[in-house]
């Protein structure tokens, strides 16, 4: 057997064995009664269902995993792969659509594989537990917004890579990768105002309180705020949140209406004060600058690879292709990009301690942070005691124990 296939069914099936048991593990760690630090805000019944939540939410990643890495596991066992290229190929174009129908081939057939989990997500998990507010419209409309970008943004950049590795030789890699950057730098500064109100509304927090209280910590913590918007979370769920989107003057602070509606002043204070401390921390430039890094190395990678015959024999194919060769590549790279994930959620977790600190420190009310991201545990019923596996495999956040227990560490 072609040593090329052995290492990528080996990596696959690794990858589900291991989120799998991370699952198991996690669920199988809830404790049965509410954990003394939440006593006050979680009731028995809140926290049953919590459980009931987790357990609902492992159940359903475990069989969309399960699912997707059989699918993918058939397609290359069966020739699945080497059939579409011949199937692409026999249209008859010339090389670079035939990759870009190849590459979106996949692409499409990947999304529509777990299309039906997503539906059952949303429709199923989250409904029964009362956070779901999608209409089907709104899902239906989410998807082909994402598909029209897809193309639009997505088809012009890999025709990019494709011809960059036809004509670039030995340096294509380096050209790639500068490509890539750019385009991603571009799409991240144009996010806030292009991107993103197409799924959500965005509105300008309205003069009052709120605002004033906000600008005041703006001035105390000399922190020039770009905008603060609140966007309308509720269109699809009951969940809560803030988050930070943009760079330079785009850079914009984006509150749930949820957080604005259910939380006191003080608590949205500290909120946006732990997103200050991401900017004022230089989190967003640090973290831009890992994914870039993260983008040179998968390129300086598959330059090893991509020409190789043992990797496109290995899926049935005649003759190797870049565009083929991409993808073989890409199911090679898993145990990278996992322990990439692992090391990026690692650096996040700490720099979410740093925030959190710098609200803290700015506020000077370490309590209402506190409080926030308790009555945000409730309201979006999270896990209060994560497996150490779980976290380590896909937690970008501290779990919120040992959030408050450092944050009452900061206090003393
Ligand atoms: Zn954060």
């Given at each position: 057997m072609n040593c090329h296939l052995v290492a990528v069914i080996a990596f696959l099936a690794g990858s589900w064995l291991l989120h799998t048991l991370s699952a198991i593990l996690d669920v199988l760690r809830a404790p049965p009664r509410v954990p003394p630090e939440f006593a006050d805000v979680f009731d028995p019944p809140a926290y049953a269902r919590g459980l009931a939540y987790r357990r609902a939410s492992a159940r359903l990643s475990v069989i969309a995993d399960t699912c997707g890495t059989g699918l993918l596991l058939a397609a290359i066992l069966l020739g699945g792969f080497a059939w579409l290229d011949r199937a692409v190929r026999a249209l008859g174009l010339s090389p670079l659509p035939t990759g870009l129908c190849y590459l979106g081939a996949v692409a499409l057939a990947a999304s529509l594989s777990g299309l039906p989990f997503d539906a059952w997500r949303t429709f199923g998990v989250e409904a029964r537990f009362g956070f779901n507010k999608t209409t089907v419209a709104t899902f239906v409309r989410d998807r082909l917004v994402g598909l029209a970008l897809s193309v639009l943004l997505g088809a012009p950049l890999v025709a990019g890579v494709l011809l960059l590795l036809d004509?670039?030789?030995?340096?294509a890699w380096l050209w790639c990768w500068a490509l890539v950057t750019l385009f991603s730098l571009g799409v991240t500064y144009v996010a806030p105002t292009w991107i993103l109100p197409l799924f959500n509304t965005f509105t300008p927090l309205e003069e009052g309180r709120l605002r004033r209280a906000i600008e005041t910590f703006a001035r105390r913590a000399e922190f020039e705020v770009g905008g603060i918007f609140v966007v309308d979370g509720s269109r699809r769920s009951t969940k809560s949140n803030a988050f930070f989107t943009g760079l330079g003057r785009r850079k914009r602070i984006a509150l749930f209406d949820t957080l604005v509606r259910d939380h006191a002043e003080a608590e949205i204070v500290a909120v946006l004060a732990h997103e200050v401390g991401h900017a004022k921390c230089g989190h967003i430039r640090k973290g831009l600058a890992g994914s870039v890094l993260r983008t040179g190395l998968l390129f300086f990678l598959m330059s090893l690879f991509l020409d190789s015959p043992g990797l496109s024999e290995a899926f049935g194919m005649a003759q190797p292709t870049a565009y083929a060769g991409l993808v073989f590549f890409l199911l090679l790279y898993t145990p990278i990009s996992l322990l990439l994930g692992v090391a990026a959620n690692w650096i996040s977790r700490r720099r979410e301690f740093e925030a959190d600190r710098f609200s803290a420190r700015t506020t000077g009310d370490p309590a209402a942070l506190a409080s926030a991201l308790k009555r945000l545990s409730v309201t979006n019923l999270s896990d209060l005691t994560p497996h150490p596996l779980t976290v380590w495999l896909e937690y970008g956040h501290p779990p919120v124990l040992a959030r408050l227990r450092a944050l009452a560490e900061f206090a003393k």
């Open positions: 004509r670039a030789g030995s340096a």
